[in-house]
């Protein structure tokens, strides 16, 4: 499905906009422009993201071909995106008065992850900041009792789960009666905070769950339980919605996961049937309209042996499972994110290729003696096509420092392109060819 027609859930018959009322963008340049000297923008306006990893230095190259520059509230200068930005308020996404501080001048406000207390940007809403995504929609992403809740009541499909707040007791008595129901098929997950596999426990026993709820119910930890799904694979329906209401859905891709965060995208999902693959868009676009997302939104899915599909997650900011759009698609996720919070018309979501993999660069458990600038080197040398992209991040074993796209030659093999695309991502990674290539033999 490509963009779906301009204003199909557009409430109001004008451009909703920051621009023209919010916060009086333009009217203002940041306070300490001057002090990081930033050239006064006339015309162009400034959009606040408040994180400086990857994702944010994503978004920020991607401003660049618009002739902005991203604004971003980083924890330190060595982070990916504050490495990058002329335009960087060093500050921490906890502290109100350091998000005034990135807000002020700015037409929007947007998130490179999940973190930012919700009063906050509620206080913040209420001092006139277009926070975008808003945060009645951020909360069923950053809480994911919330949005099983909702999803629910919207009739979306989603996992069986049990909500493992309050009395301790009374949460162990739901837990030992859902892990029954479902003979310990379970996964826990805490209710906020966690990503890349971090906040998830997979277990297969009542006395392990039980273990691993009193832990966490000790530090604080809220949590619900979840049934582990019978699934084929997972799926990721990737769109976009700007606050005019327009619309416009990527094709729906498959994501590999390897311990517990994505490694693998493949563009589009192979042998995903065209009504699968509209029905999870339209899942995606629909929810999106009905929660006033703004901005890109990912849909995590699970397609079960059975061909169902069942939300999974839902980020509200770009996502790994977009990473592809970089090389593969007519409009990246990281500039459509940019059209929609400034509520610009959006691009084009059609892929450029066949396929097109996305493999992550991740840190090996051991950082390889060769330096990354000769991993780089040698990968050009041997790939020309391979389209490298690193975030400036510290090698830490399975983090995520980079990632690779292989765009499918015309009638490339789906495992033909995956392979390479692996290949290319474990050799920066690791320091060493998957097939045993020796450029010295
Ligand atoms: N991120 C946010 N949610 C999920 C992910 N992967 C990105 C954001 C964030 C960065 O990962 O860009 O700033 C944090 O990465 P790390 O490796 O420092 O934990």
Known sequence: MPLSGGNADRATMYRVTARDSDTGANAAAPPDAAARAIPER????????????????????????????????AASATDPAAQVSADVV??????????????????????????????????????????RPPSAALVFAQDKRAMRVKLSELGLPVPDFADLAGDLGLAR??????????????VLKAVRGGYDGRGVWIVDNGPDALAVFD????????????EKVQMRRELSAMIAR????????????????????????????????AETAERAQEMSLRLASELGVV??????????????????????????????TMDGAVTSQFEQHLRAVLDYPLGD????????????????????EMSMDERTHHLMARMPDARIHLYGKGERPDRKIGHVNIVGKPGEDVAAVRERAERAAHWMSDAEWTDGWDPHS
């Open 349 to 368: 979501t059609a892929p450029r290729a066949e396929v097109t993999v996305m493999a992550n660069i991740l840190g090996a458990a051991q950082a390889p």
């Open 242 to 273: 700007s606050p005019f209401g327009q619309g416009g859905a990527w094709p729906v891709v498959e994501t590999v996961q390897r311990r517990g965060q994505c490694a693998v995208v493949i563009a589009p999902a192979p042998e995903l049937s």
């Open 42 to 73: 006339d015309v162009l306006p400034t959009v606040t993201m408040i994180g400086g990893g990857q994702l944010a230095r994503m978004t920020h190259q991607a401003s660049i071909a618009l002739g902005e520059c991203l604004r971003v509230l």
């Open 173 to 186: 008595g739901r837990l030992v009666e859902f892990g029954e129901r479902h003979g310990w098929n379970i």
């Open 90 to 131: 060093i500050g921490s996404h906890d502290d109100l008065d350091d998000l005034r501080r990135a807000a002020a001048g700015a037409v929007a406000l947007t998130f490179d992850h999940e973190g930012v207390p919700l009063e906050h940007l509620r206080a913040l809403e209420a001092e006139g900041v277009a926070v």
């Open 215 to 226: 832990e966490q119910f000790n530090a604080g930890v809220d949590l619900i339980a979840e």
């Open 295 to 324: 901005g890109v939104m990912a849909m995590e899915l699970f397609e079960t042996t059975d061909g169902e599909l069942l939300v999974n997650e839902l980020a509200m900011r770009p996502h790994n499972s977009g990473h592809w």
